[in-house]
């Protein structure tokens, strides 16, 4: 980004349309400092032309070699030996990547023994399936798993490459992007291909979700992200659809982490992302026992009980129930917010979900902003009288 | 026990409004903090030095002002901070960040741990800490919430939450851990840590302090490029239900059932 100081009025247009406070205005002129990240914001808010928007970066890759990078990569994570939800989401969304690059879609699996999994990752719509079996690969760890995703990059260098951001994907994904040195783009909830260079372009949500920002990676390879779980839909699978396997092998390391034993939760895991249905409540529930409403109501419409930040932080409700930017993201037939005010970090987390009914005192709660269906009114009142029509309407 | 802690200056971003004339963010007012999931790194870091000995240097990356949340670490009990400031870190995404910074450790010198939050709020990437790791070439271990430490130069013991449960797990020294939630939280600086924090030196670097190549440092540096900032989407169209709490409770069923979440009530 350049400023041209003869065109500029110091209006200060620009400083206020920047999202990271990184121009100033020093004698009557706009000065760009260490905090840009050139996003170009205020080239489309100066009205003088002042403002050249552009990349500083200039470490410009060897296009033939980048071209040389093929294909989109899903990275398929395993649940007790069968895929996650999150990596069939992936290969519904990696499909319609590699349609519009008109490139192949390809799995990667790392396990032990996980052949069977084959014909599920082609029904769900990958040409390629690059499998590497080995006892090793049992279980996840972050130095073996690595170094197989680093030989296997090396070796047939996609352009692409997909990870879900659970725990162990955002474990993995930044250790394989640091040692191949490419960039990789954290947490994305859009995923489409630049018109203009052809690039995947990279959208997530920044600033506790205030605003979004897409993100390319035009000169390194493979380019990388991780996507949260529930933000794409898997596809309708194609039993009839088939693939290539590719057995790969790769070379034997050891781990510098041991593993010693795995602890289950004791209490019943609070499965938010497969919820049809949510209930979740906010500080306008007002006292942490009125928090028994919303599990009764959750209860009794068979779904899970979400909470926002607020009450967690304040102590009302376990982290693990948190809805939002920085606890899970959710798209539920139906969510229904009580007390909910919708801190943008929490719409981040909930607004794709099908139906949003809100309950709050306030109307000009911003959770009205994003749900389908608003009552005004107290949550202690609207709640018990729900109860009631469901438990008459059910009887 | 020697530990380095990652610290990041972040804009509280739970405290930002969106102007809802121009739909862009409102940056006035609002405070800079210590990255909150730093605070636990930096508690866990200070649990482990007052049981074993040791020191703690709070390490930072970013502009001159950062050194406000060095002071404030300071004032918690670190022993040393350590702010990496210049134009030519600036603009950095994740791996030219964590370049910067395992030079700086680099710098420091001998360490054993390296503590990081799980990540920055304003970012939310949780990219910098691995990322580190890897330039550093020393195990990491994401996401620990507990580290139980042995004699010295015994592998340390490490709980890691994990997305069922917990796993335990071992690693000898030097390893680098990133850290969500550490025991009941993060201590409260004490009257002798604040007036200690005002008289102690933040150690500034800038890029000619540490061995770098600048062609991958800073904005210049980094694979990815922001294309374009935007407002999240706003749906319009609440259908607001009128009547009290019992006609509004009616009105939500009915759509319940049209939606057959409930039964259609024969």
Redesign the interface.
């Given at each position: 980004m350049k400023i041209n100081s003869e065109l500029c009025s110091g209006c200060g247009a620009c400083a206020a349309a920047c999202p990271f406070g990184a121009l100033v205005i020093k004698g009557n002129k706009a000065e760009k400092t260490d905090a840009c990240t050139d996003c170009g914001a205020c080239a489309s808010a100066c009205s003088f032309e002042a403002i050249q928007a552009g990349s500083g970066s200039d470490n410009g890759g060897d296009a033939h070699d980048l071209n040389s990078y093929k294909g989109v990569w899903v990275y398929l994570e395993l649940k007790d030996r069968q895929l996650r939800g999150v990596a069939l989401e992936l290969l519904a969304q990696g499909r319609k990547l590699a349609d519009e690059m008109g490139q192949e879609l390809a799995g990667v699996l790392l396990g032990d023994n996980v052949a069977d999994l084959a014909n599920e990752v082609f029904a769900n719509g990958a040409d390629r399936l690059y499998l590497v079996e080995d006892p090793c690969y049992g279980r996840y760890d972050a130095d073996q798993y690595t170094a197989a995703m680093t030989e296997l990059i090396n070796t047939y260098r996609p352009a692409v490459i997909l990870l879900g951001a659970t725990h162990n994907g955002r474990d993995l994904a930044p250790r394989v992007a640091a040692r191949i040195k490419t960039g990789l783009t954290a947490d994305c909830t859009g995923l489409s291909i630049d018109t203009e260079t052809g690039l995947v372009a990279w959208t997530r949500p920044a600033f506790g979700g205030n605003i979004m920002a897409t993100i390319l990676c035009p000169n390194h390879r493979p380019q990388m992200g991780t996507v949260r779980p529930r933000v794409f839909k898997r596809a309708e699978p194609d039993c009839g659809r088939t693939g290539t396997i590719v057995r790969a092998k790769t070379k034997a390391t050891t781990s510098r982490v041991k593993w010693i034993k795995s602890i289950k939760s004791l209490k019943e895991s609070v499965n938010l992302e497969d919820a049809e249905i949510i209930v979740a409540g906010g500080r306008g529930m007002g006292k942490p026992e009125s928090f028994a409403l919303v599990s009764e109501l959750a209860e009794l419409l068979g779904g899970a009980v979400g909470a926002s930040r607020a009450v967690v932080d304040a102590g009302w409700m376990p982290a693990d129930h948190q809805v939002g930017q920085t606890g899970k993201t959710v798209a539920p037939r139906v969510y229904i917010a009580c007390g909910i005010s919708g801190a943008i970090q929490h719409l981040a987390g909930m607004q794709g979900s099908d139906v949003i009914v809100a309950i709050n005192r306030d109307a000009s709660a911003p959770i009205f902003t994003v749900a389908h269906y608003g009552i005004v009114g107290d949550v202690n009142e609207v709640l018990p009288a729900l109860i009631n029509e469901i438990r008459c309407a059910t009887a | 026990m020697k530990i380095v802690v990652c610290v990041k200056q972040v804009?509280d971003?739970?405290e930002?409004k969106?102007d809802p004339k121009?739909n862009?963010?409102m940056?006035q007012g609002v405070p800079s903090i210590v990255n909150p999931h730093d605070k636990h790194a930096l508690e866990m870091a200070l649990s482990l030095r007052d049981q074993l000995g040791g020191s703690v240097t709070v390490l930072s990356m970013g502009?001159m002002q950062s050194q406000e949340a060095l002071r404030e670490c300071l004032a918690m009990g670190a022993d040393h901070a350590v702010l990496l400031s210049?134009?030519a870190?600036?603009?950095a995404?994740?791996?030219a960040t964590?370049y910067t910074l395992a030079a700086g450790i680099r710098k420091i010198g001998e360490f054993d741990l390296i503590i990081c939050g799980k990540q920055a709020?304003?970012?939310?990437?949780?990219?910098?800490?691995?990322?580190m790791?890897?330039?550093l070439g020393i195990?990491?271990?994401?996401?620990a919430s507990q580290v139980e430490a042995g004699a010295d130069g015994a592998?340390v013991?490490v709980h890691r939450?994990?997305?069922?449960?917990?796993?335990?797990?071992?690693?000898?020294l030097p390893?680098l851990l990133t850290v969500t939630?550490y025991g009941d939280g993060p201590r409260l600086p004490v009257v002798k840590g604040i007036r200690r924090a005002f008289r102690a030196e933040v150690d500034v670097w800038s890029v000619n302090d540490v061995e770098v190549d600048r062609?991958?440092l800073g904005?210049?540096?980094?694979?990815?490029?922001?294309?374009?900032?935007?407002?999240?989407d706003?749906?319009?169209g609440?259908?607001?239900?009128p009547g009290?709490?019992?006609a509004?409770?009616?009105?939500?069923?009915t759509?319940?059932?049209e939606?057959r979440?409930?039964?259609v009530?024969s």
């Open positions: - | 804009p971003t739970t930002v969106i121009t862009t963010l940056r502009p210049d134009r870190f600036g603009g995404d994740t791996l964590s709020i304003d970012g939310d990437t949780a990219q910098v800490g691995p990322e790791a890897e330039h195990p990491h271990i994401t996401y592998p013991r939450d994990g997305e069922e449960g917990t796993e335990i797990l071992e690693v000898k390893v939630h062609n991958v904005l210049k540096g980094s694979p990815t490029q922001v294309r374009r900032i935007f407002s999240p706003k749906r319009c609440c259908e607001m239900i009290d709490a019992c509004a409770a009616s009105v939500v069923a759509k319940l059932r939606l979440i409930i039964g009530g």
